[in-house]
Protein backbone atom coordinates (compact mmCIF):
# COMPACT_ATOMS: atom_id res chain seq x y z
CA UNK A 1 0.00 0.00 0.00
CA UNK A 2 2.74 2.38 0.96
CA UNK A 3 4.93 1.02 -1.95
CA UNK A 4 2.34 2.23 -4.11
CA UNK A 5 1.93 5.32 -2.79
CA UNK A 6 5.43 6.70 -2.90
CA UNK A 7 5.59 5.72 -6.74
CA UNK A 8 2.83 7.64 -7.55
CA UNK A 9 4.71 10.64 -5.58
CA UNK A 10 7.53 9.90 -7.38
CA UNK A 11 5.92 10.33 -11.35
CA UNK A 12 3.97 13.22 -10.41
CA UNK A 13 7.82 14.78 -8.92
CA UNK A 14 8.87 13.78 -12.18
CA UNK A 15 6.38 15.58 -13.90
CA UNK A 16 6.56 18.47 -11.81
CA UNK A 17 10.29 18.14 -12.60
CA UNK A 18 10.18 18.06 -16.06
CA UNK A 19 7.72 21.07 -16.09
CA UNK A 20 10.34 23.40 -14.72
CA UNK A 21 12.91 22.08 -16.38
CA UNK A 22 11.13 22.72 -19.81
CA UNK A 23 9.91 26.60 -18.42
CA UNK A 24 13.58 27.37 -17.57
CA UNK A 25 15.60 26.30 -20.91
CA UNK A 26 12.65 28.38 -22.44
CA UNK A 27 14.07 31.41 -20.43
CA UNK A 28 17.78 30.18 -20.81
CA UNK A 29 16.84 30.52 -24.70
CA UNK A 30 14.91 34.25 -24.28
CA UNK A 31 17.72 35.72 -22.27
CA UNK A 32 20.49 34.25 -24.13
CA UNK A 33 19.30 35.65 -27.66
CA UNK A 34 18.42 38.83 -26.03
CA UNK A 35 22.10 38.69 -25.18
CA UNK A 36 22.32 37.88 -21.17
CA UNK A 37 24.28 34.98 -21.18
CA UNK A 38 25.19 34.65 -17.97
CA UNK A 39 21.48 34.41 -16.74
CA UNK A 40 20.92 31.34 -19.28
CA UNK A 41 24.12 29.90 -17.70
CA UNK A 42 22.09 30.22 -14.01
CA UNK A 43 19.00 28.74 -15.65
CA UNK A 44 21.03 25.78 -17.24
CA UNK A 45 22.81 25.58 -13.74
CA UNK A 46 18.93 25.49 -12.05
CA UNK A 47 17.48 23.06 -14.14
CA UNK A 48 20.97 20.85 -14.15
CA UNK A 49 19.69 20.82 -10.10
CA UNK A 50 16.38 19.70 -10.52
CA UNK A 51 17.24 17.12 -12.66
CA UNK A 52 19.80 15.40 -10.43
CA UNK A 53 18.04 16.21 -6.99
CA UNK A 54 14.19 14.83 -8.48
CA UNK A 55 16.78 12.06 -10.57
CA UNK A 56 14.32 12.80 -13.50
CA UNK A 57 16.48 13.22 -16.47
CA UNK A 58 16.77 16.66 -18.89
CA UNK A 59 14.57 16.35 -21.90
CA UNK A 60 15.98 15.36 -24.38
CA UNK A 61 15.79 18.57 -27.07
CA UNK A 62 17.88 20.49 -24.35
CA UNK A 63 20.38 18.02 -23.65
CA UNK A 64 22.39 19.76 -26.53
CA UNK A 65 21.75 23.02 -25.83
CA UNK A 66 24.64 23.38 -23.08
CA UNK A 67 28.35 22.51 -22.50
CA UNK A 68 28.69 18.89 -21.38
CA UNK A 69 32.37 20.46 -19.90
CA UNK A 70 31.41 23.73 -18.47
CA UNK A 71 27.39 23.71 -18.73
CA UNK A 72 27.35 26.87 -20.41
CA UNK A 73 24.60 28.04 -22.46
CA UNK A 74 25.63 27.08 -25.68
CA UNK A 75 24.14 29.68 -29.17
CA UNK A 76 25.70 28.75 -32.38
CA UNK A 77 27.75 31.21 -34.10
CA UNK A 78 28.13 33.28 -30.58
CA UNK A 79 29.55 30.96 -28.47
CA UNK A 80 29.92 27.84 -29.91
CA UNK A 81 30.78 26.07 -33.58
CA UNK A 82 28.94 23.10 -35.25
CA UNK A 83 30.31 21.04 -37.24
CA UNK A 84 29.21 17.61 -39.31
CA UNK A 85 32.62 15.80 -40.11
CA UNK A 86 33.12 12.00 -40.58
CA UNK A 87 29.32 11.44 -39.49
CA UNK A 88 29.59 13.02 -36.30
CA UNK A 89 28.17 16.56 -35.08
CA UNK A 90 31.12 18.58 -33.74
CA UNK A 91 30.47 21.04 -31.13
CA UNK A 92 32.89 23.17 -30.04
CA UNK A 93 32.35 25.47 -26.82
CA UNK A 94 34.25 28.88 -27.03
CA UNK A 95 34.25 28.65 -23.25
CA UNK A 96 36.24 26.17 -22.29
CA UNK A 97 37.20 25.17 -25.81
CA UNK A 98 36.71 21.71 -25.69
CA UNK A 99 34.25 19.44 -28.46
CA UNK A 100 31.66 17.27 -27.89
CA UNK A 101 31.24 14.46 -30.53
CA UNK A 102 27.71 13.31 -31.31
CA UNK A 103 27.56 10.63 -33.67
CA UNK A 104 24.73 10.52 -36.59
CA UNK A 105 22.65 7.32 -36.49
CA UNK A 106 20.21 6.23 -38.59
CA UNK A 107 17.91 6.68 -35.31
CA UNK A 108 14.42 8.96 -35.90
CA UNK A 109 14.05 9.93 -33.03
CA UNK A 110 18.20 11.45 -32.42
CA UNK A 111 18.14 12.94 -35.69
CA UNK A 112 15.12 15.00 -35.24
CA UNK A 113 16.19 16.61 -32.26
CA UNK A 114 18.95 18.80 -34.85
CA UNK A 115 15.58 19.01 -37.63
CA UNK A 116 13.25 20.70 -35.05
CA UNK A 117 15.82 23.67 -34.52
ZN1 LIG B 1 32.30 24.44 -22.44
Not at 64 to 87: A, D, E, M, Q, T
Request: proline share 3%; charged share 30%.
Amino acid sequence: MSRKKTYLAKKVQNQIANRRMVQLFNLAEKTALSGELELADRYVDIARRISMRSKASIPKEFKRRFCKHCYKYLVPGLNSRIRVCRGKIIVYCEHCQKFTRIPIKNNRTDNQVFKKK
